[in-house]
């Protein structure tokens, strides 16, 4: 038996299996007759490409003659099947389909509303790492910031130093840090006048000076026009000085240069009081507690008496070795403070006058108050102190002196604003100049400092209300304001700005504890309504009477 050709390489399939083509399909193929009929060949059961159920081929081959098989074709038959248009190589078929694995179900998890998704992660893992902790090794870590710093080997090291040396940046260090404050300025006076007239510059919107602003609280209204204004020529303009004084008569005393003035309220009466000797000049008035008498003080040092209703001077108390830049009255005794820094008593009854000194001060004493009891005397000074004295002085001979009882060093200026509260004895208020624009509130009998106020300007002077617990402070520059708080919140009530056009210096309350007199170096005196009087409520009802109140004495001027 002669040996089948094979197919060639390039036509033969990857698998190995063969199908032998024996004699019996040999000899079918011979008798295959290419025709348009149909026709059924019998079954051969040794070959089992053909069955007994298998149909003829429906297709239609093209008529003719029937095939010549020629060895060639008998060799390509061999190694393949018979399909339409020739011989189809054998394929590699895969008999089984991939199948994916089969996914174990994912147990559900059982948790409340309020616990995070993250916890349900973790459980199902396992992990019990925080997810914001770093979990690298100490080297990789190294190894990061060796990567992150400023100076890396890859830059040249004199190059970076040149660049450091030339934006002053130290190597490896912040850009940006936090520091100290800057240490205060130098007490040069000239520079402090500089600062002051740039500070609207720089202030904060609530604090900036409007020639026409006002602020005040929605529960309260206070004019923000003066209801009087005098016109006061030749009124100096010196912080040192307390040039206005209200009498409990309703009678005002105002210093002007060389002249001392009174004006009555009730009437509109101006009168001229008296003159100061040649050379000197008036540097501070001040009524007794019955309003019958004035104190004048004098540049010289001397203190004069004067009779306010008969307009004659008593009397001229001398000894002092400066001006007198204030005065305060207790009963039958004149304080008088110096700007030698000295304050002495001054006893009227006697020819005798000084009963006692008070040495507590280094500089020039610009505020000085005497408490309505007499039992307490406060001072404040050009040194920055505040004093509080013991004013029983008893019997005393001439050259008697006294200590203070309690020192306060807690400002930074000078201390003229000084004012006892008239409804709790205990309690006193003391501010500071340009430097300092503090306001204090100290507690007499145990010398503690109870309440700060921070304002933005210095604070010339310090009045509390007689019937609110409320306290009224007038400013300098650069606001030129006139404020009121609340007691012991220290709220601001109220705010007129610009109240006159230069500083507001001299201050005085009308014997009805509701309307302010302010005196300023522009030369003008301005009565404003703060505050409501007494009365003022049956007032408002109609009953209407005449009376010798601030209210009916301002209301009657023309």
């Not at 004699?23 to 007994?52: E, V, Y």
């Not at 409804?423 to 100290?442: F, I, P």
Request: charged letters at 20%; glycine letters at 10%.
């Amino acid at each position: 038996m002669t040996s089948i050709p094979k197919t060639p390489s390039r036509y033969r399939s990857r698998s190995d299996a063969k199908t032998p083509l024996t004699p019996s399909i040999i000899s079918a193929f011979n008798s295959i007759s290419i025709s348009p009929q149909k026709r059924s060949h019998p079954a051969d059961l040794s070959n089992p490409f053909i069955t007994k159920s298998r149909q003829a081929s429906p297709v239609k081959r093209a008529t003719g003659g029937g095939i010549t098989i020629s060895d060639s074709f008998q060799r390509q038959a061999g190694g393949g099947v018979i399909r339409k248009g020739g011989i189809e190589t054998r394929l590699d078929v895969v008999s089984r389909d991939y199948l994916p694995p089969t996914l174990q179900p994912r147990p559900e998890l059982k948790r409340s509303r309020s616990t995070p998704a993250t916890r349900e992660r973790t459980q199902s893992t396992g992990d019990n790492r925080d997810r914001f902790i770093t979990t690298r090794e100490a080297d990789d870590v190294a190894a990061t910031l060796e990567l992150m710093s400023l100076n890396p080997k890859t830059v040249s090291p004199g190059h970076t130093a040149r660049l450091a040396a030339a934006t002053g940046v130290p190597l490896n260090r912040r850009v940006l840090a936090y520091h100290e404050a800057p240490p205060a300025s130098s007490s040069d006076s000239t520079l402090s006048q500089q600062r002051e007239l740039a500070r609207p510059l720089y202030g904060r919107p609530g604090e900036l000076p409007s020639s026409t602003s006002s602020v005040t609280n929605k529960s309260r209204r206070i004019p923000t026009q003066p209801e009087r204004v005098l016109d006061a020529p030749g009124m100096v303009d010196d912080f040192y000085l307390n040039l206005v004084s209200w009498s409990i008569q309703n009678i005002v005393a105002v210093a002007l240069a060389e002249s001392t003035y009174v004006w009555r309220a009730d009437t509109g009466i101006v009168s001229h009081l008296g003159e100061a000797p040649e050379g000197t000049y008036v540097s501070s008035v001040d009524f007794s507690n019955d309003g019958a008498y004035l104190g004048v003080g004098l540049g010289t040092g001397e203190v004069e008496l004067w009779d306010v209703e008969a307009g004659q001077k008593l009397r001229t108390m001398g000894g002092h070795q400066g001006q007198i830049a204030v005065l305060s009255w207790n009963a039958h005794i004149l304080s008088s403070g110096c700007g030698d820094g000295s304050i002495w008593h001054h006893d009227v009854r006697v020819p005798r006058h000084k009963v006692m000194e008070l040495l507590g001060h280094t500089g020039e004493v610009c505020g000085l108050k005497w408490r309505a009891d007499g039992e307490l005397l406060a001072s404040g000074g050009n040194d920055n102190v505040v004093n509080i004295w013991d004013g029983r002085v008893g019997d005393v001979t001439e050259g008697a002196r006294g200590q203070a009882k309690w020192t306060k060093r807690n400002h930074t200026a000078a201390v003229k604003a000084i004012a006892w509260c008239p409804w709790q004895s205990s309690l006193l208020a003391s501010g500071g100049g340009t430097n300092d624009a503090t306001v204090h509130v100290w507690n007499s009998g145990t010398g503690a400092r109870l309440h700060s106020l921070k304002t933005p300007s210095q604070v010339t002077s310090i009045i509390w209300s007689p019937h609110k617990k409320e306290i009224l402070t007038t400013h300098g520059y650069p606001t030129n304001a006139i404020m009121v708080h609340a007691y012991p919140s220290l709220e601001r009530i109220a705010e007129i700005r610009d109240a006159h056009d230069s500083r507001v210096l001299y201050t005085a309350v009308g014997p009805a504890g509701d309307v302010v007199c302010t005196g300023a170096g522009d030369e003008n005196l301005k009565f404003w309504r703060i505050w409501e009087g007494v009365g003022a409520k049956k007032k408002k009802e109609g009953k209407e009477r005449s009376s010798s109140t601030t209210r009916s004495g301002i209301l009657s001027i023309r």
